[in-house]
Every structure is written in structure tokens, then in C-alpha cells.
């Protein structure tokens, strides 16, 4: 009984052994994959950062050519809450394009 203990715990050490090296492997792989991926979502928010906070910039402006306080405030609110949501997704992809390029530059 001992002899198969020892028999087995040896077969799954040898394969455990081999078995290692290709896992790594494949961790290195996911993790520069997934490196990829969130560089590309974030140069893709920045880029919507971009528009949105510039869409914001043009709702503002425009509240000067409306006619009543009503739609000016409107214009202004709307305006305002669009270029606080376009430079948050600019910041949050910058950060998150300075991490990963860090990250990339240790590899």
C-alpha cells in the first residue's frame, strides 16, 4: 500500500513538474493579453472623454442663444454635467494608460 502511495505521488510530481512550466506560460500570455485589452478600452474612453466634454462645451455655449432663464439653466446644467462626465472618463483613461505603460515598461 505504501509502494503505491509513493508510486502515485511521484507520477503526479512529474507531471506537476511539467505541467508548471506551461502554465506560467499561459499566465504570461493572459496578463499581456489582458494588458492589451485595457489599453485599448482605455485610448478608446479617452477618445469618447474627448468628444462627450467637447459636446458639453458647445450645450454651454449654446445657452446663450436661447431665449427664457428656463432653457439657459437647462443649457448650462446639461452643458456642465456633460463636461464633468467627458473629463472623468479623460482622467480615468489617463491613469489607467500611465499604470499600464508603467506596467509595460518593467516587462
Excluded at 505521488?9 to 485595457?38: C, E, F, Q, V
Excluded at 445657452?63 to 428656463?70: L, Q, R, W
Aim: proline share 1%.
Amino acid at each position: 500500500m505504501e509502494q503505491s502511495k509513493t508510486l502515485v505521488r511521484g507520477r503526479i510530481g512529474y507531471i506537476g513538474n511539467r505541467l508548471l512550466p506551461i502554465l506560467i506560460l499561459i499566465h504570461i500570455i493572459m496578463n499581456d493579453s489582458d494588458r492589451t485589452a485595457k489599453i485599448k478600452t482605455a485610448q478608446i474612453n479617452q477618445a469618447l472623454g474627448v468628444f462627450i466634454c467637447t459636446f458639453g462645451i458647445i450645450v454651454t455655449i449654446a445657452m446663450a442663444f436661447t431665449e427664457t432663464f428656463v432653457q439657459q439653466m437647462t443649457d448650462l446644467v446639461a452643458g456642465l454635467v456633460l463636461i464633468v462626465i467627458g473629463g472623468g472618463m479623460m482622467w480615468k483613461s489617463r491613469s489607467t494608460l500611465k499604470k499600464h505603460k508603467h506596467e509595460e515598461a518593467k516587462y
